[in-house]
């Protein structure tokens, strides 16, 4: 079965850019979808299919995916960011990542 | 808007079944993709299972939990439900219904449920 593989934890500035990343096999050829989990909440959908901002998700929230990685990228991280972020395809199945807890310094 | 809204029992004792239900407001049942995730305590998500409800429903369910696991709709209230067997501690879980959206091959969950805790313990 396909794994999604994230780092345990990241840590940024405030105001500067975070980037998060989720690690798959040949992960390009496939549409990555992005959640942000504040702590006691439901996640949130902040990415879809790569590259897409739902309504109401800040511009400093990105992705992008090539190769064996995609990308979450958060630009002037602010306190609120403070989350934990989950990377999710699609392979007959629903995949998620292990999670990623980030952290504004 | 489309709002999604968990109940059920907080505790349910091993080997028996947790029965959930998701009342869906803001929209109709039909036409969509609906699945169920759950997140043990402290750890990361795990996606259950989908119905897409029409005249033709169809249904897919995680290979780990297959066995186990049945989803339902009653469209008379715009709901649908979530039946899992024989539970057992590793069950304990916070468990959210969801909105599935599909297109080019990818399904991803928006929105999701406030979520609800069921604990399995005797």
């Known amino acids: 079965s396909y794994e999604l593989t994230q780092p345990l934890s990241v840590s940024v500035a405030l105001g500067q850019t975070a980037r998060i990343t989720c690690d798959g096999n040949n992960i390009g050829s496939k549409n990555v979808h992005w959640y942000q989990q504040k702590a006691g909440q439901a996640p949130v959908l902040v990415i879809y299919r790569d590259t897409n901002r739902p309504s109401g998700i800040p511009e400093r929230f990105s992705g992008s995916n090539s190769g064996n990685t995609a990308t979450l990228t958060i630009s002037t991280a602010q306190a609120g960011d403070e989350a934990d972020y989950y990377c999710?395809?699609?392979?007959?199945?629903?995949?998620f990542g292990g999670g990623t807890k980030l952290t504004v310094l | 808007q489309v709002q999604l809204r968990e109940s059920g029992p907080g505790l349910v004792k091993p080997s028996e079944t947790l029965s959930l239900t998701c009342a869906v407001s803001?929209?109709?049942?039909?036409?969509?993709?609906w699945s169920w995730i759950r997140q043990p305590p402290g750890k990361g998500l795990e996606w259950i299972g989908y119905?897409?409800?029409?005249?033709?429903?169809?249904?897919n369910y995680n290979p780990s939990l297959k066995s186990r696991v049945t989803i339902s709709a009653d469209m008379s209230k715009n709901q649908f439900s979530l039946k899992l067997t024989s539970v057992t501690a590793a069950d304990t879980a916070v468990y959210y219904c969801?909105?599935?959206?599909?297109?080019?091959?990818?399904?991803?969950?928006?929105?999701w449920g406030q979520g609800t805790l069921v604990t399995v313990s005797s």
């Open positions: 119905m897409y409800y029409n005249e033709n429903t169809n249904y």
């Open positions: 969801v909105r599935t959206l599909s297109g080019w091959e990818a399904k991803w969950f928006d929105p």
């Open positions: 999710q395809l699609w392979d007959n199945r629903g995949v």
């Open positions: 803001g929209g109709s049942i039909s036409n969509y993709y």
